[in-house]
């Protein structure tokens, strides 16, 4: 009964390693990638901008009429520009930056997985002792019953059921 029991906190504890390495991963490279994008993104609206400025440098060595439609030109370009930049400051703040609370989460679970693995581990050690004790004498059922309350001290203690 301990050992199916101890088996299946192993299996469970096993796909919550996986889980917890595949959000490691997976998570870790959505969070590069949509940083990359929003700096590619900021580095187009750098370029627009610049681009913007060359062509009022150019409308101011034109003809009225040139001028007039190369400002107006320039003008709803740099208003195209605005709406990229609230496109980076909105990537940054809904996307880039919850991705990289998980990073923080993610090692918060894996450091809860290891104090887990060295638990059962702990755990599986006494369930051996137990069964070597059981073993060598099992007439003796005082010491048995100390060791198995011990370990229900422990389990107590602990917090684990």
């Given at each position: 009964m301990m050992r199916r029991t101890l088996e299946n906190r192993n299996a469970q504890t096993k796909q919550l390693q996986t889980a917890v390495s595949n959000v490691e991963k997976h998570f870790g490279e959505l969070c590069q990638i949509f940083a990359a994008y929003v700096r590619k993104t900021a580095r187009l609206r750098d370029k627009a901008d610049l681009l913007v400025n060359e062509i009022n440098a150019y409308a101011a060595t034109e003809t009225p009429h040139l001028k007039l439609g190369l400002m107006n030109f320039a003008d709803e370009f740099a208003k195209l520009q605005d709406y990229r930049q609230a496109e980076v400051e909105r990537l940054e703040a809904k996307v880039v930056e919850p991705l990289k609370a998980y990073g923080t989460?993610?090692?918060?679970?894996?450091?809860?997985?290891?104090?887990?693995?060295?638990?059962?581990?702990?755990e599986a050690k006494q369930l051996t002792q137990l069964e070597r004790t059981r073993q060598r004498n099992p007439s003796d059922r005082h010491v048995i019953v100390s060791f198995e309350f011990g370990s229900l001290k422990k389990c107590l203690r602990y917090g684990v059921k």
């Open positions: 989460i993610v090692k918060m679970k894996r450091d809860d997985l290891k104090a887990t693995f060295t638990a059962r581990n702990r």
